[in-house]
């Protein structure tokens, strides 16, 4: 009888163990993703690495949305990429996170990469001056903190409004890169797009010019919006999203790079 009982002992113990080591190492696979994450972005070529990215040959697809949240488009794109298990990137802009932070909360909850986009999306606000410019990556950085529960939260990764590479405030967007490095960021462009931005195409049309934005290139850095003033690019999401899989694509966001 002792011995029986002994044993039950001994049994649960080991049952015990066994928990503790599941919750051991899921607690550190959470905490390593985040720690590894900063700890590529303090590295010195952060930007070069960044820059190479849509340069590579891998099938890897990273889809970002701008400009939301917006509670009309951002709750389908969610729902969505749920269905698909996709995690994307959302570039937020700090004035909508403030408006709809539950959103932002969601995205985050559901793994996708909240990243900045600066607080207003007024070029002539946002390149008044250097102050300005860092000023308006680091009260987005604090919105989406207050919206997701961390302090000092920073997403190191900034795209431009309408992108480094379009001609206006080229002077500006040059000179205040260089000051996006001392705050351990760096901007990214995209190389495929569907145009959902230029409000004129049909839903079909959209998904050709992601086709044809696509074809031949290898890593893909995708620009969509989810915004209000735009196409409803949720309407083509999942056949974009089929289409990138039949094509041979796995889908990446920033915590993956
Ligand atoms: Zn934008």
Redesign the pocket.
């Given at each position: 009888m002792f011995f029986i009982i002994k044993r039950k002992k001994v049994i649960l113990f080991f049952i015990l163990c066994i928990l503790i080591c599941l919750i051991v190492y899921f607690i550190f696979n959470l905490v390593n993703k985040k720690t590894l994450l900063v700890s590529a972005f303090e590295e010195e070529n952060f930007q070069d690495k960044i820059s190479n990215l849509m340069n590579g040959n891998e099938k890897i697809a990273y889809l970002t949305f701008?400009?939301g949240p917006t509670s009309k488009s951002t709750p389908k794109i969610l729902e969505i990429l749920s269905e698909e298990n996709v995690k994307a990137t959302f570039?937020v802009?700090g004035k909508h996170v403030k408006q709809n932070p539950e959103l932002v909360k969601q995205a985050y909850n559901d793994g996708h990469y909240i990243a900045n986009?600066g607080y207003s999306?007024n070029n002539n606000k946002l390149y008044s001056s250097g102050d300005s410019f860092i000023n308006e990556i680091k009260s987005t950085d604090l919105e989406i903190g207050k919206a997701i529960g961390i302090d000092n939260y920073s997403s190191h990764i900034f795209?431009f409004?309408?992108g480094y590479m379009a001609n206006a405030f080229k002077s500006q967007k040059q000179q205040y890169a260089k000051l996006l490095n001392d705050i351990d960021y760096a901007y990214i462009d995209w190389n495929c797009l569907n145009k959902d931005s230029e409000k004129k195409y049909t839903n079909s049309e959209l998904l050709n010019n992601l086709k044809n934005s696509c074809k031949n290139k290898g890593t893909l850095v995708i620009l969509m919006?989810d915004t209000s003033d735009v196409n409803e690019t949720d309407l083509v999401l999942k056949d974009s999203i089929d289409y990138l899989k039949e094509e041979g694509y796995i889908f990446n966001n920033f915590y993956d790079f």
């Open positions: 701008d400009d570039f802009i986009h999306h795209r409004p309408n919006h």
